[in-house]
Each structure stands twice: as C-alpha cells, then as structure tokens.
T-cell receptor
Framework: GENVEQHPSTLSVQEGDSAVIKCTYS??????FPWYKQELGKGPQLIID?????GEKKDQRIAVTLNKTAKHFSLHITETQPEDSAVYFC??????????????FGTGTRLTIIP | GAGVSQSPRYKVAKRGQDVALRCDPI?????LFWYQQALGQGPEFLTY????????KSGLPSDRFFAERPEGSVSTLKIQRTQQEDSAVYLC???????????FGPGTRLTVL
C-alpha cells in the first residue's frame, strides 16, 4: 500500500514566523494531495488541497506546493497565529481505478505556536 | 448547518463488554466512513458505506467489530467483547459522494479498562 511520511513530527515556531511541513508518498499514481488540521478534541478538517496538474495553491496564509517528480508536497503557513497550533495530516490519494474512496493519513505533525 | 455528530463523546467500558457508537452524518450525504485513531497516530480506515450498502470493510481489525447503516443515514459501529487494544478515538466522516471531501465528526473516545 501507500507509504506516507511527514516531517517533522513536531514543530515549534514563534508567533508571526512561518512553518513548513513536508509529506512524502510512495505511489506515483497519487493525484490528489490534501492537508487536514486536527485540533484537540475534534476531528480532522480539510484546510487546503491540490491536484496533480497544479504546482502550487494558496489560500490566504496557507499554501501547498507539489513536486510530483520527487513525490512530495508541502504545507506552508505564514504569519503564524496561536490558533494554528494543532496536528496536521497529509492524505495523498489515487484516482479510480488505482485507489478507492478511503483516506490514508500521514504520520502527523504537531505544530505549536509560541506566543 | 449541522455537521457530523457522534455519540457518546466518551465511553468507558470494562474489558469484555459490548459497546455501540453512533454517527449522524450530514443530511443528504451518501457516503459514510469510520476511522480509528490511536493515541498519537493518524486516523486509520475501518469501513465505508454508500447509502445502506457496506462497500468496504477491509479495515475492521477483527470479527468483533461490526458496522451498520440500515436506512442509509445514521450508522452504528459495534464492538463486541472489548479488549484494551480497542481503546482509541473512533471518527466518523461523511461525504456527498464517495470521492468528495470528507467531513469529520468530533469522535468518540473509547477507553477499555
């Protein structure tokens, strides 16, 4: 099956600084690359996603970049705020017929914003 | 509008007891998923429904785990003869259709003593 790794596993940054989390996947058939944010006591929530025909996507302070050749994609958060503190998961996905509807989550990154 | 809701939010069971966890998906969502999240880990897939049909149950860890969605809306995950290793957060997600964005509930934290 798909092998999905995230780095780093934990990350602490000063409020206002930027944070970058990298997700490496093994299956070159993957074509959909989402990032989920999970706050304490809540379920994961989709925050941004990108498809394989696009190299970068930005939504206000967050962005995702994709390197299909190297099989990795990254989450970038700029001007970090205390409410960005959470665990972040990537979940690369393959299209039909190579994959199915379920999500396969990465190992997770705990981001702590230091006020 | 209302999101995905799950009940109970917390459940403590003695080893060997049976438990039932409920999921109310977003109204109109055809697809429903169950995931298991151990402490400090990412969610792992358990099973998937499209309407009332259980299309994939490959992630259920043993025959003690059973899920149903009899009317294509509310779903129940049942665990029989609970074991300590069943302690985890059980997450439910729904989507309009199988390949659309999945919206997660807050989860049920199960602790087996």
């Amino acid at each position: 099956g798909e092998n999905v790794e995230q780095h780093p596993s934990t990350l602490s940054v000063q409020e206002g600084d930027s944070a970058v989390i990298k997700c490496t996947y093994s299956d070159s058939a993957s074509n959909y690359f989402p990032w989920y944010k999970q706050e304490l006591g809540k379920g994961p929530q989709l925050i941004i996603d990108i498809r394989s025909n696009v190299g970068e996507k930005k939504d206000q302070r967050i962005a995702v970049t994709l390197n299909k050749t190297a099989k990795h994609f990254s989450l970038h958060i700029t001007e970090t705020q205390p409410e960005d503190s959470a665990v972040y998961f990537c979940a690369p996905k393959k299209p039909k017929p190579f994959g199915n509807e379920k999500l396969t989550f990465g190992t997770g990154t705990r981001l702590t914003i230091i006020p | 509008g209302a999101g995905v809701s799950q009940s109970p939010r917390y459940k403590v069971a003695k080893r060997g007891q049976d438990v039932a966890l409920r999921c109310d998906p977003i109204s109109g969502h055809v697809s429903l998923f169950w995931y298991q999240q151990a402490l400090g880990q990412g969610p792992e897939f358990l099973t998937y429904f499209q309407n009332e049909a259980q299309l994939d149950k490959s992630g259920l860890p043993s025959d003690r785990f059973f899920a149903e969605r009899p009317e294509g809306s509310v779903s129940t995950l049942k665990i029989q003869r609970t074991q300590q290793e069943d302690s985890a957060v059980y997450l439910c997600a729904s989507s309009l259709r199988g390949w659309d964005t999945q919206y997660f509930g807050p989860g049920t934290r199960l602790t087996v003593l």
